[in-house]
């Protein structure tokens, strides 16, 4: 199985920031990564595929960039409503994988 | 619009077994898999398998053989998981998601959309 390592686990961060999230695959993924927002109590609701293409309705300040092993999220201009985990997923091969998560909090 | 409307929060004994309904809606259920996922505090999200809704052919995690049965009614754009032999362990919310989807020359292995959750509590 190919093994996402998330990192950090936590971050603060004051509102207005930028903040980026890590995602390292245990082999080549070639760019099939997807990363995810979840609030307490909610359904993942997905940000980015493909590595760096943005969702439909996802605002512009989250971004995605990265290839073959090494992943980030980017999130520009920390909003109150950013508080959430975030997930990485690779989908190069099965079975398919997450990251830990990322729990992000606003200082 | 698209949504997957899952069965409610299940409290089962130990040894038991529980079957989990995941009902689409908004789109052509055939033309996209349903996968299913496990979501714990611990071991986080982990993926159990899909099943391709227009043939009924399934894939799973080698970690959840003989675990999960993964099934679809066409007839009611339904996915079903039956989850065996439950312990403690088995305990967690399960997620369906509308995925992968596969066509001549497009994969997508990303979830656009999820159910809302189903609990699943083991206990004696």
């Known amino acids: 199985d190919i093994r996402m390592t998330q990192s950090p686990a936590s971050l603060s961060a004051s509102l207005g920031e930028t903040v980026n999230i890590e995602c390292l695959a245990s082999e080549d993924i070639y760019s099939d990564l997807a990363w995810y927002q979840q609030k307490p109590g909610k359904s993942p609701q997905l940000l980015i595929y493909n590595a760096n293409s943005l969702q439909n309705g996802v605002p512009s300040r989250f971004s995605g960039s990265g290839s073959g092993t090494q992943y980030s999220l980017k999130i520009n201009s920390l909003q109150s409503e950013d508080v959430a985990t975030y997930f990485c997923?690779?989908?190069?091969?099965?079975?398919?994988?997450f990251g830990s998560g990322t729990k992000l909090e606003i200082k | 619009q698209v949504q997957l409307q899952q069965s409610g929060a299940e409290l089962a004994k130990p040894g038991s077994s529980v079957k989990i309904s995941c009902k689409a809606s908004?789109?052509?259920?055939?033309?996209?898999?349903i996968s299913w996922i496990k979501q714990t505090t611990g071991q986080g999200l982990e993926y159990i398998g899909y099943i391709n809704t227009g043939s009924g052919g399934t894939n799973y995690n080698e970690k959840f053989k003989g675990k999960a049965t993964l099934t679809v009614d066409k007839s009611s754009s339904t996915a079903f998981m039956q989850l065996s032999s439950l312990t403690p362990d088995d305990s967690a919310v399960y997620y369906c998601a509308r995925g992968p989807y596969y066509s001549s020359y497009i994969y997508e292995g990303w979830f656009a959309y999820w159910g809302q959750g189903t609990l699943v509590t083991v206990s004696s």
């Open positions: 908004g789109y052509t259920f055939t033309s996209y898999y």
């Open positions: 997923q690779q989908y190069n091969n099965y079975p398919l994988t």
